[in-house]
């Protein structure tokens, strides 16, 4: 087969086309845009781009990179390298490096023509160097950023991409990536990133499906260059099912070509001469990249094998296209096949000359140390011994870059094939417990606390504390803060880590781990742990002047000083932490403090001062690459602020988006309960009961987890209470009052015992009369009076609980729900404010004080109308019907009730509540009229009915449908 089967032209995309050219004329106008073009392979992703991006008006830059299918977990930022090297090659090594910082360049690592690179820096200076550099280029011309196969990227370039997205202010930039889709499975990062895509800037996406016949047609008469047979195009079109990648291939095949259309792209180079099939195959196994002519040259066999002919046959058949960084496959489907195809002993043969020829362009220095590509070919190779020395080099430039997972990746390949090697530590020049405490490191580093607290365990097995206290003490440390994250434990370590570590042997090392025992404390309420051993970390951080030792001792204090009520002190302490950890770049450190002192301006009633703060740490988190750790437990945050002043949707979106980037298990139950707290005020309880369940599922199997547990318990007893479950609320009040004043933080407890006194009022509203239920009522009360008193802080928020509770434990007067009213009011807690108006609104109309009750559900109808808070509203409009006070929900009264019994509203009203089994004086208590008038309505209802019996009442009523019609009232 000689005959090219490329179209010269590009059909039925003329839509697609229109949509980037205009993300291009906004991005030139100064708002920058992202375009994703996605579909399954050979849609014509790339050409549609490289027809959309030719002869764009104002002369841009367009760079280009493409992500590799090999290594794409360990090879960090390689379409962004190339991106960079394209700008490099386009503008001049000098001018690039004017534009860089002076003193050295972190991109230095990348591309070491920009000169050395500074010899510490910090997670997101690349990032910022690589938007600084974009910016700035854009301001001489427009500049076009394409990012090929983002399906392939590794986890360092989907954040530099997802950071570029949402970092490109007022820059002339356009960024477009394609993503294959269709084989990828659900749950695959480059989904995630899709998803995470949507968080700070505006992205679009095309999606290409399939083509029409008609563009069929048109393809395959430019590919012929004659008029389509239309029976043909036809069978083409059903065959190729519109992909352009297929009728390609179909259009030189005969009527009747064998086998699938994978099967079909392989007869394409089935007659190849052996030297281009030879070159095919080297390019296959090369992973995607592009590749020199004199590299392909080494690889078939050095002098006398090159391999010009052979690209010119490729060439000329459009099997392989020139690019700016080497000859490459035209289409990675076709490289699949190739590579494929290979049988398992020549696909290893390839793999190792692969690398030899790479190992010597490293060492005669003109390929740098080949790193990840030498160990990835080397272990497809089967030669471990030369692939895990190459991982290890591989592993230690990753990490320098701050590229953790790609780090992460090549430590765990070094350790898969350390079995494998005779005498591996000799090889790389460190043990294998050295090997796993970096794995630990790198993947606390990257968030990925599972696989930390294996690889943590597995150097302690292979340790001896007595002969190696204070490496064991380091691992400990690492594993208990590991844990701390993963479920809230790790408390057992660190405290077996402070004993190996007495003071004077290694003071940083000590305060280190006092700091982080301190940590964990504070989140399990054990506050006086806490403040003894921060304060001794403090101590140690002071007398030897470090900073970076100082900052996550302050963090912890400011916390304790703001469970103490002294919020000025802890904002300072809060202050001090910030500047330190942010001068040490301890981004943990610098982080966890929008979110403690957010925290703490919520427990002071200040819920917008808050949002603002939790949204200020959540843009830095995104700034420094923690999106997915910190950045979503300030996700949290800022939601539960959104939430208390009633701004749902915003509440909602924060934590959709920070559930998008998959965060930790522990992290993402935090999460989760926000969003089905939020749910469950809006009536949506499918949503929330698949909410608690996934909850409910990670607590079972989870130790620790203080806070989540309380948390979750809270939602529990408020859908109890909810459903008119009060009974099924009080078994989960009795589960919890014994630990709650323990084990459970400040705020959750003074919340636990308003949800208690209100199941046991309820409890005792449904049974007036059971001396048993109103003993075992005032016993709980007084339990949980004893709960809310342990809560020694005075926060305005816990002053609001305690108001609540003493009106819903005590007498009831009005006066008292008034003065809890006031205080959700003052801080701006709208639902809290309604829910307790229409609980001081029942109060008055017990007292018949039915002004009073009017005006107070009509403050609380309107609020909880405007947040859209259907099942309180639907109670309000209850309690407005039962006491006669319809104008509050907006109807009209009236004494005609328009049934055929001719039962008055109120004798409907006493029907409804008699027919689910209620006695004159619970019924009496609920309609808010006497147990005389009660008696007298039933009287009516019975002869009116023509019934012998309540029972027999309540069964007409259903047949008749009269308990389906709802008073106006």
Partial sequence: MTDSAVSPLLVGRDGEIAVLRAAYDRARAGRPSTVLVSGEAGIGKSRLVAEAVRELPGDPLVLSGGCLELGAEGAPYVPFIAVLRD????????????????????????????????????????????????????????????????????????????????????????????????????????????AELGRGGAVERVGLGPLAHRHVAALLAAVDGRPPDPARSGRIHRRSGGNPLFVEALSNAGETPPGDLRTLLLARIADLPAPSHETLEILAVAGGGGLADDLIGAIRGGPGHEPWDALADLTGRDLVVAREDGYAIRHDLIREVVYDALPPSRRRRMHARYAAALAARAGDGTGGDGGLALAEHWTAAGEYGRALPAAWRAAGHAGRQNAHDEQLHLLELVLDQWAKVPEPAELIGADRADVLERAATAAFDAGRSAAGVAHGTAALDALDPAAEPERTARLLGLRGRLRSRLDGGGRDDLERAVALVPPG??????????????????????????????????????????????????????????????????????????????????????????????????????????????????????????????????????????????????????????????????????????????????????????????????????????EARSWLALTRIARALDEDAPDTADVIVREHLASAPDTWPPRETAHFAVLGARAQRARRAAAPRNRRIAAETADRLADLARVLDSVRIATPLIDAFRLTFRALAESGELARWDEAAAAWDDLENRYETAVVLAEGAAAALASNNRPGARSRLGRARAIAAELGAAPLLARIDDLAARGRLTDTSGGTSGNASGNAFGLTRRELDVLRVLARGRSNQQIAAELFISVNTVATHVTRVLTKLGAGSRTQAAARARESGLLDDRPAG
């Fill in 87 to 194: 700008l490099v090659r386009r503008l001049g090594r000098d001018r690039v490096a004017a534009l860089l910082p002076p003193d050295g360049a972190a991109l230095g690592d990348w591309l070491p023509e920009l000169g050395p690179a500074p010899e510490r820096y910090g997670p997101a200076r690349l990032l910022e160097e690589t938007l600084a550099l974009l910016s700035s280029a854009a301001e001489a011309r427009p500049v076009v950023v394409v990012v090929e196969d983002l399906h392939w990227a590794d986890a360092s370039s989907r954040e530099l991409f997802a950071y570029l997205v949402r970092n490109l202010a007022r820059a002339a930039v356009l960024l477009v990536g394609t993503v294959r889709t269709g084989e990828p499975a659900a749950g695959r990062p480059d989904r995630r990133m899709l």
């Fill in 505 to 706: 042997t290694s003071d940083a090392l000590r305060s280190r781990l006092l700091s982080a025992l301190a940590f964990t404390e504070f989140m399990a309420v054990g506050l006086d742990e806490a403040r003894r051993h921060a304060t001794e970390a403090r101590d140690i951080a002071d007398r030897l002047g470090d900073g970076a030792l100082r900052a996550p001792a302050q963090l912890v204090l400011g916390a304790l000083h703001g469970t103490s009520g002294d919020v000025e002190r802890a904002g300072r302490a809060f202050a001090e932490a910030r500047r330190d950890a942010e001068a040490a770049g301890d981004a943990y450190t610098f982080l966890t403090t929008f979110q403690w002192e957010s925290s703490l301006w919520a427990d002071a009633g200040r819920y917008a001062r808050a949002a603002d703060l939790a949204r200020t740490g959540r843009l830095a988190a995104d700034r420094l690459g923690q999106a997915r750790s910190r950045g979503s437990t300030l996700a949290t945050v800022h939601a539960v602020c959104l939430d208390a002043l009633g701004r749902w949707d915003e509440a909602e979106a924060v934590i959709d988006d920070a559930l998008a980037l998959a965060p930790p298990p522990l992290y993402t139950a935090y999460l989760r309960l926000a969003a089905a707290d939020i749910a469950h005020r809006r009536g949506r309880f499918d949503r929330a009961g698949t909410l608690l369940r996934q909850v409910t599922e990670f607590a079972v199997h989870t130790t620790g987890a203080a």
